[in-house]
Each structure stands twice: as C-alpha cells, then as structure tokens.
C-alpha cells in the first residue's frame, strides 16, 4: 500500500458538506489545506442521504447555533448554489395541522420563527390551504414561502471541486487510526494510507466525530446513530403536491416529522423515520418503518399509491441526544478547551445541510482570531458543473450533438443522461469513478428502472474510455466489486485451449 507522508498547515478531517464547505471557505487564504475522507467519494456519510430541504429557521429554538445559522444560510443559500452551479428551487413549506390540537403548535413555530426572524411565515386556514395544495387534507398551516431545496449531493461535490481547484488537496478512501502531537506543536495523523502532519485539526467527521475527538484525547463528547427511512415516489406523481408539506413536529422525537418533499429532480419522498440504533453504518430499509412511512403519507395525500414507490433508503443522523432524553442540542462548533488548534465540530445534525456555509464561516473565525490568514486573490468562487441535455432546449440540443457525438447517445433512458454525460462524471477532478459517484453527479440509474437499463452500459463506458479492468469496477469503492468471476475473451480463449490440450493429453493417455 502506498504510504504517504505530506505536511500541511489545515487538515480537515471529514469530506461530508460541512467539511467540503469549510475546505472551500479556507481555500480563501493562502494556506496549505488537506481533507481526508475514508470512503471513495465526498458527501457518502450523513450529506448525500437527507431530505435536500433549504430550511427557513423556524424549527430551531431562538438562542442557539442552530438557528442563527440556519436563517443565515437559508439567506444566502442561492447565491452559493448559484456560484457552484448547483440547482436551487424556493418552492416553499406548509407544516400542516390535522387536528384542532394543532392550531396552538402552529402559533407557536410561527413565534419562534419570528423570534428567529425568519421572513415571511404566516398562518393560513382551510380555504387558502386548499387553493395552494388541493390534494392534501388538512384543517390549517403555517406557510414559509422562504423554505427551499436543493440537491444535498451535487452540492457537497460541488464545494469539494470548487475548493479542489482553488488549491486544497483531498485524500479519499483515507482513514484517520490515529491522532497525535508532535513536540506538542504539530499534530501526527496516522491514516491507512500513510501519516500526515498539521498544525491545526478541524474534526468535521460528523457521525465520527466523537471518536476522532477521542483519538486526540477529548472524551466529552458522545453521539448516537439516529436512522430516517425514506420512500422515493416515480416523477410521475410529482403533480400531486406543490410545496413541501411537514405534520405539525412532536416535542421530544428528535425530528420534523414524517413529511412529503418535492425533490429538485422532480421525485417526490417520504420520511424520514426517526429511530435509534446501534451501529453508525447501518442503512438498511425496514418493513415495519417502510409501512409506517405509507400510512403517515397517505394521511396526508391519499392519492398516494404503493405503485408510485421506485426505491427505499435511509441516512444517519449524528445525535448528541441519547434516546432516552430525545430532541435537539445545540450545534457544537469550538476550539478545544484541552488541546490547542484542535476543532471540533459535533452534533451537526439537521440543518446541517442550510447552515454549512455560516458554520463554515465560523471556523475560519475561530482561525483567523488566532492568526492572521492571508487572502488568496486568485480564489475563483464559480464551478460549472456538468451540461444537462435533457433541460436543453432542440436547438442547442443539436448544436451540442453536432459538437460531441457522445451527446447524441442516450444512456439512462428514465432519466435521459448521455454518454457525454457519463464521461464528464468518471473525469469528475476528484479521481472517484465508482457507479455511485457516477449515480450522483448525473442521476444516471436513479429512474424509475433504478439502473436494470444503464448500469451494464456505464460499466462498459468504464473499461472502454478508462481502460479499467471490469473486475476493478465498484458499486462504491473499497472492496465493492461487481464482476469477481468476469473473464475477459482472451481469458476464455486460454481456458478454452488448456481444456482442450488436457483433453488430448487424456486422450493419448487412454
């Protein structure tokens, strides 16, 4: 295994959008910025499973981290997926009540929002409800027309290209065994791909965060695996609601709710759950949960049918909360009161997502008060990120044809993704070239055929621009192999005529 050993001024330990965020934030100065990641790509952990919700702020108690950040992302949240050239819809939110019970929470959220100074929340009644969402049944709702989305994967890859190319270096598939000073300046992290020297350590390693904590001998923090489950609808039934639509939250569970969330791709899902468990990488799909999602939704839209179900997944939540207590604590955002240069960052839970250009910013704060930082003048802030054919009108649509052939041969037939596409994907500046990081950055194989089409023919794509050997091919990096027992022709060939000499070497003996 290759080892490697570089010294660099920042590591960030954690490619998830926050630690992306704050990589790009850094970028900035002109210092020597290093992101280690254990899996093959960026945003794999807690960023690229979520809701892609903008939130307005309004859930989140006046006072904390949470929700000052959250209303200060949200604000400037479109001028960033702007830059990076990631897409952004302000479709707005309607937390709706069911019952007469409900009218009091709805005062309430609309209160602290206000207390938040979130922009624009109002209560609206039966009739207004009606004519904004003629689907859904309800009795009242508090309406935040500022509540956004977005997509919460191509934006954390966009931030990691953009502070890529603005001079901060990234390590994939690398993982952090160990943490330790050197001359009780510099700090030494061992990884499994070699060791690493800096002077300062930013632990964004969300659902890890209290380990790496540990690792440099910080034992305060705790933090707890939570799993939301979701169904994701076919874009055929995206025409049934408008805007996202929220159950009134229940004190004490630890999330928003089961809620029905239009998707910037057109999809509709449902979740998440909300449930403690025992290990930090379990992902699975539940029966029990998977039913309960139906029900709740179906509450709320009975147009909904099983039928309109393409896929269930989950994501991880990183809780500080154990489950016997339930709720929210605040974001943990500091410099150790224990050990110099080392930041933690824990708990970054929902709205981890809104908040992760103001956390960023908060970091860089926190350094910057230390020392002074320097400003790289070249930073360049824009990303363009890949073409989309299918959202051309026809005649660019021909024009690009007529410029790269590769435009004209559709590839995922339910999502309509081409072969340029593909390709632009697999060159993607961060060298990951598993079908997930291809899934993410085009949305090849997330149609309604989830791949049945596609997947054979982007692996094929693989081994003939990239020259990879199929069985080196993953599903997502490591050891995810998809062809263990493929034998390309010549091996077959060879096989072929060893059996066949054996063969004859039988006969003679016989």
């Not at 790496?212 to 995206?238: V, W």
Request: with cysteine; hydrophobic share 35%.
């Amino acid at each position: 295994m290759k080892t490697i050993n570089h010294d660099f001024h920042i590591i960030i330990i954690g490619g998830g959008v926050v630690g992306c965020a704050i990589a790009r934030e850094l970028s900035k100065y002109k210092i020597k910025i290093a992101v280690l990641e254990k899996e093959d790509d960026v945003g794999w952990g807690t960023s690229c499973r979520n809701s892609g919700v903008v939130h307005a702020g309004f859930n989140n108690r006046p006072g904390t981290l949470m929700a000052k950040f959250c209303v200060e992302g949200n604000k400037s949240f479109e001028d960033l997926c702007h830059q990076l050239g990631v897409p952004y819809k302000k479709i707005g939110k309607l937390v709706v009540a069911q019952k007469k019970e409900e009218l009091k929470d709805l005062q309430k959220l609309k209160q602290q929002g206000d207390a938040n100074r979130v922009d624009n929340l109002q209560i609206i009644g039966l009739n207004e409800l009606k004519r904004l969402e003629p689907n859904l049944v309800g009795i009242a709702a508090l309406y935040s027309p500022e509540t956004a989305i977005t997509s919460p994967y191509l934006l954390t890859i966009a931030l990691a290209e953009n502070a890529l190319n603005n001079g901060a270096s990234f390590f994939l598939n690398t993982e952090v065994k160990d943490i330790s000073r050197l001359d009780n300046s510099y700090f030494k992290i061992s990884t499994n791909r070699g060791e690493f020297t800096s002077s300062y350590v930013i632990n964004s390693a969300g659902l890890y965060a209290d380990r790496i904590a540990r690792m440099a001998g910080i034992k305060k923090f705790s933090l707890y695996p939570c799993r939301g489950e979701y169904h994701i609808l076919d874009k055929k039934a995206s025409w049934m609601i408008n805007h996202l639509v929220y159950p009134v939250p229940q004190d004490g569970t630890g999330g928003l709710g089961v809620h029905l969330t239009p998707t910037i791709d057109g999809n509709i899902l449902i979740g998440p759950s909300n449930e403690y468990i025992n290990r930090r990488n379990d992902f699975s799909s539940t029966f029990p949960i998977m039913k309960m999602l139906s029900a709740e939704a179906y509450s709320f839209l009975p147009l909904i049918s099983s039928g309109d179900i393409i896929r269930s997944y989950s994501g991880l939540r990183a809780k500080q909360v154990p489950s016997s207590v339930g709720g929210f604590w605040d974001f943990v955002i500091e410099e150790s009161d224990t050990v110099n240069n080392f930041i933690n960052l824990i708990g970054i839970e929902s709205p981890g997502l809104t908040a992760a250009q103001p956390i960023a910013q908060r970091v860089v704060n926190i350094i910057n008060k230390k020392e002074r930082l320097n400003s790289n003048f070249s930073f360049n802030p824009f990303r363009k990120g890949i073409l989309k054919f299918e959202e051309q009108d026809e005649e660019t649509k021909k024009a690009l044809i007529k410029q790269d052939s590769n435009y004209g041969e559709i590839v995922c037939r339910c999502e309509k993704i081409t072969k340029k596409e593909i390709l632009e994907a697999a060159n993607n500046p961060l060298g990951a070239k598993s079908l997930i990081s291809i899934k993410y950055r085009t949305r090849a194989m997330m149609g309604r055929c989830q791949g049945g089409y596609c997947q054979t023919r982007i692996m094929e794509i693989l081994r003939e621009y990239f020259e990879l050997d199929p069985k080196e091919i993953t599903l997502k990096g490591n050891d995810s192999y998809l062809l263990n027992g493929y034998r390309s022709n010549k091996e077959n060939n060879q096989s072929c005529q060893k059996k066949k000499l054996l063969s004859l070497e039988e006969g003679l003996l016989v």
